[in-house]
C-alpha cells in the first residue's frame, strides 16, 4: 500500500518533468538545448510542444526556415496525439 501511495505521489513529478526541462529552455532562449531535446524520446504532445518552442525560438532569431520547418513537425505531431480533440492543453497548442 505504502509503495502505490509512493508512485500516486511521483507521478505528476515525473509526468511533467520534460515539458518543464522544454520550458525554461524555451524561456531562456536556448536554442542549443532545444535542439537536443529532438533527440530525446518524449510522448508525442511533449514533442509537439518542444516543435513550437523551436518555431518561436526560431522566429524570433529571425531564421524563418527552421522556424517553419519546425511548424510542420509540431503540426504533424499533434495530429498524432490521441485524444487531442478532448484535451485542452492540445487545443490550446493548436491554437498557438
Known amino acids: 500500500m505504502r509503495l502505490a501511495l509512493m508512485f500516486l505521489f ?20 536556448d536554442l542549443a538545448y532545444l535542439s537536443e531535446l529532438k533527440e530525446e524520446k518524449f510522448q508525442l504532445f511533449d514533442r509537439a510542444f518542444l516543435q513550437y518552442c523551436l518555431a518561436v525560438t526560431h522566429m524570433s532569431q529571425q531564421r524563418s526556415e527552421e522556424a517553419t520547418t519546425a511548424v510542420s513537425v509540431g503540426l504533424e505531431l499533434l495530429a498524432q496525439v490521441e485524444n487531442g480533440k478532448d484535451d485542452a492543453d492540445t487545443m490550446a497548442l493548436w491554437a498557438a
Open 10 to 29: 511521483l507521478f505528476p513529478a515525473t509526468v511533467f518533468a520534460d515539458l518543464v526541462n522544454i520550458e525554461q529552455a524555451f524561456h531562456r532562449g
